[in-house]
């Protein structure tokens, strides 16, 4: 407007029109080239009365179509005045400057125009390293340095903060009580700005005072609302930053964007904060003071190589106009949570990667004989030669079970899932050695658990980071890419079978086996070692044993970044089908490997000569594979995000195509593990569309929580609503739900997954586990209108009851041969006490 002093002709703004209302910046560190030539810029003493001459003729241009005036106060120096000493000079005039401005509009154009008139103040939010007085009072003095300098003067009593006072009272002018009337209350309103620039990236690292810097806006606005009087807050700037490459889809602009509004939204509902406007920084990509064109903050991409700049909205354009429309966040009604219960005969569980076994034979096992030393050593002592007759071993030996099986009655679980250990079942990978002790561990246990009605859900293998959890000879030579290790655990499993079968209904031949661990020549074998064990099971045991047995696979629900973009959908779709359906649909859908992963690798093969080579299965493998399952069993903990547009190196996969992105308003465990109830209703629906209505058991769902934390809050909260975004699935999407199991069983074997915890050998329930039992209690979640479900009631399954079922012949051969004995008694003992009295008879 006046790059000379002089005045430029304006044009009139449209904004009124599109029914925008402008708020306008007076000076956003634009001073014309000729005040700072002349004068040295703000410096000067001239400048605060040109400064106040320029704003007067803009009141009078521009003030009948604005209602919201401010300038920026805060934020690095222009070259020349770093020097400290000229930095208190400088922000000194500036803030005559703001006087002046806000008195004139006050005096003579508030009345006609009815505006506001502030300054735009940029700041950090700082947090202590550790809560002590010292570094509370430091974190305080950070803020005082950065927004106190201005804020102080202008919106409580005129004069510095008193920590400015005390660190720099050499450099800092004093003012007169005139000075300070002047300066106070020169706000209408507290102008805001937070981002990554002014508030971070240029804060100096003395001004930080060894605290540690935070993006929560949430509390800056609370600490500005106590510390300056409750004003009203006008965030003028924020926002974040995404790469300068990325063009479209700025999924992590938007999940910051979000994180922010969210925050001022808490502000305002919980903490009273009086905020009364938001402005997203900014409307289009421009040059960044600090970094140039390396980075974007637009809501519209420019091409700054083409000719006319040509615009493009982004994503965030899109969310930022949904979010203007909704204004806010309202609830979304399929997120609400809903009243039901669930069938008849729900498997509710818990799972424990391995239960304790602790094999150390009782005392009554040992067949010594003991005399006693009461008078000297006090102590039992072994007398040789003379022994007791043995007994035979008895479940009741193994004191670990019945601890194990009574906290398990405590949660009123109806299923309980453990895996074997193969490695130390058969150490040899063979039957040439094999672990009798364990063996018969594990049928103890077994047969404990349905001695109490929980039936037991048993895997064979889980793979674990020692040697995968398989045998040595078999680890060492290729584990899973050898062909050899699919027909060793083949005649595992038959052994499995052999010697549990009687005990165990419910088997699961591989647990969880972790994609991103395996090679695609070892997940080709692991496919066929577990079509060829459910085989053996349906053709050998099935019709005896009348149980069930699939595969459990692990699998997060995959979310695009950007809602909007169908780039990062394909994405999505894409690490579905390599993450879940690369081990799934061969097994629940047509034998053979998803076709998007075998497209996938043939383009990457092509252009990066890789050799990613997906193996082909034979047409007998492919019927040998497709169909062995008699249910999906299907573990998940949380939900990702992924992207198309490369933003973090660090997070992206070069081999997918795919960048990891974190939502950063979503609920995060102490892992950063992210707690997303709809991710698991949305997995159950996707399961169903591809593989149709199979039985589905969410065979693990569990998260990890801070151990110190007393009422286990996260935890309580997770089971609640992933249970009942199951319960939606089951209600509202017929999804053939079957079973939900809880992970984990205690923190002994799962640290910090347990609902047990386990602190100085005890285990002690947290309020986790008790609130799963009533949700067991009550199948569910059971509302007034709820209609009563008539369950009869479950027999208790006999663990013995195999040697009779399989030898019906023999029991009623031996049944036939007791009956006519006593028939035979009877007849004998009869006859002979008549005899006997025809004889008497006869002596008479």
Same mark, same amino acid.
């Given at each position: ?64 179509? #604005? ?97 400015? !006072? ?168 399929? $997120? ?229 973009? !169908? $780039? ?36 990457? $093969? ?35 995000? #992924? ?43 996707? #399961? ?5 209505? #199979? ?19 996260? !935890? ?62 009550? $199948? ?65």
């Amino acid at each position: 407007l006046l790059p000379d002093k002089s005045v430029s002709p304006a044009q009139d703004w449209e904004s009124k029109a599109l029914g925008v209302e402008p708020v306008v910046t007076l000076y956003h560190w634009d001073l014309p080239q000729a005040l700072q030539d002349a004068f040295g810029g703000w410096a000067s003493p001239v400048l605060p009365g040109l400064f106040r001459d320029y704003a007067e003729l803009c009141f009078r241009h521009f003030g009948g179509q #604005v209602r919201y005036w401010h300038g920026y106060g805060t934020g690095r120096l222009p070259p020349a005045c770093g020097e400290a000493r000229a930095w208190a000079t400088w922000r000194l005039s500036f803030q005559q400057a703001h006087a002046k401005v806000w008195h004139l509009y006050n005096d003579h154009f508030r009345p006609a125009q009815r505006g506001k008139v502030s300054i735009a103040l940029s700041s950090h939010w700082i947090k202590p390293q550790h809560m002590t007085e010292k570094n509370i009072k430091e974190c305080q003095k950070s803020l005082d340095f950065v927004l106190g300098w201005f804020a102080k003067p202008v919106f409580i009593d005129g004069d510095y903060p008193e920590s400015m !006072r005390s660190n720099l009272s050499s450099l800092l002018p004093e003012f007169s009580e005139a000075e300070k009337k002047y300066i106070k209350g020169t706000a209408d309103f507290f102008a805001l700005s937070f981002g990554a620039t002014l508030s971070f990236q240029l804060l100096d690292s003395h001004m930080k005072f060894q605290q540690l810097e935070s993006i929560s806006l949430r509390q800056l606005l609370y600490w500005i609302n106590s510390e300056y009087n409750n004003p009203q807050i006008f965030i003028v700037e924020n926002s974040w930053f995404v790469s300068g490459t990325t063009k479209k889809d700025d999924a992590k602009y938007i999940y910051y964007l979000k994180k922010f509004i969210m925050e001022t939204l808490k502000a305002i509902r919980y903490d009273g904060v009086n905020v009364f406007g938001y402005t997203v920084w900014s409307l289009l990509d421009g040059f960044e003071w600090h970094r140039g064109y390396s980075i974007r903050r637009g809501l519209f991409y420019v091409d700054f190589q083409s000719h006319d700049k040509k615009l493009m909205p982004k994503s965030s354009v899109l969310f930022y106009q949904k979010l203007i429309e909704k204004n806010g966040f309202p609830p979304l009604p399929e $997120n609400q949570p809903i009243e039901g219960i669930f069938p008849c005969g729900f498997a509710w569980g818990i799972v424990d990667n391995y239960i304790q076994v602790n094999t150390t034979p009782a005392q009554f096992l040992d067949s010594s004989v003991y005399v006693w030393d009461v008078h000297q050593t006090k102590q039992l002592i072994k007398v040789d030669g003379v022994y007791a007759s043995k007994r035979k071993r008895h479940c009741v030996d193994f004191a670990a079970i019945r601890l194990q099986i009574s906290l398990l009655q405590e949660m009123h679980v109806t299923h309980f899932h453990f895996s074997l250990k193969w490695s130390l079942i058969l150490p040899l990978g063979n039957l040439s050695l094999i672990n009798h002790t364990l063996v018969h561990y594990y049928q103890c246990f077994a047969s404990e658990l349905l001695r109490v009605n929980i039936t037991p859900v048993v895997a064979l293998w889980q793979p674990m980071i020692e040697n995968q959890e398989l045998p040595v000879s078999l680890a060492k030579y290729g584990a899973w890419e050898n062909t050899e290790t699919v027909q060793a655990f083949v005649e595992y499993a038959r052994f499995c079978f052999t010697s549990l079968g009687d005990h165990v209904k419910f088997w699961i031949t591989m647990n969880e086996p972790s994609v991103k661990n395996l090679t695609y020549t070892a997940g080709h074998n692991l496919l066929k070692a577990h079509a060829k064990v459910w085989r053996l099971y349906d053709k050998e045991f099935r019709r005896s044993q009348k149980g069930k047995i699939s595969i459990a696979l692990q699998a997060d629900w995959v979310e695009p970044a950007c809602p909007f973009s !169908r $780039n990062d959908q394909e994405v999505a779709d894409r690490i579905l089908e390599f993450d879940l359906g690369w081990l799934a649909e061969p097994i629940f859908g047509n034998g053979d490997y998803p076709e998007v992963m075998r497209a996938w690798l043939h383009r990457r $093969n092509s252009i990066d000569l890789y050799n990613f080579h997906l193996p082909y299965f034979s047409e007998d493998e492919k019927k040998l594979i497709q169909g062995s399952f008699d249910f999906f069993a299907l573990s998940h903990y949380t939900t990702t995000l #992924v992207g198309s547009e490369k933003e973090d190196a660090v997070k992206y996969d070069h081999y997918l195509e795919v960048q990891m992105i974190s939502d950063i308003t979503w609920l995060h465990s102490p892992s950063r593990a992210a707690v997303v109830p709809w991710g698991l209703r949305k997995l159950l629906k996707w #399961v169903k569309s591809k593989y149709g209505n #199979v039985p589905i058991y969410v065979m693990a769902n569990g998260i990890d929580d801070d151990q110190n934390m007393v009422h286990d809050k996260l !935890r309580v909260y997770y089971i609640q609503n992933y249970i009942n975004e199951a319960l939606k699935a089951y209600t509202l999407d017929d999804v053939n739900l079957q079973g939900y199991f809880v992970y984990s069983f205690n923190d002994k074997t799962a640290p910090k997954y347990g609902l047990y915890s386990y602190v100085a050998n005890q285990y002690e329930p947290k309020p986790s586990l008790k609130h799963y039992r009533e949700i067991i209690g009550n $199948n569910g979640f059971p509302g007034p209108e709820t209609p009563d479900l008539l369950c009869p009631e479950e027999v208790a399954s006999c663990a013995n009851c195999h040697f009779f079922r399989t030898r019906k012949s023999l029991l009623a051969f031996i049944s036939f041969v007791f009956v006519a004995f006593i028939v035979t008694i009877f007849f004998i003992t009869y006859y002979s006490k008549r005899k006997a009295q025809h004889v008497q008879l006869a002596v008479f």
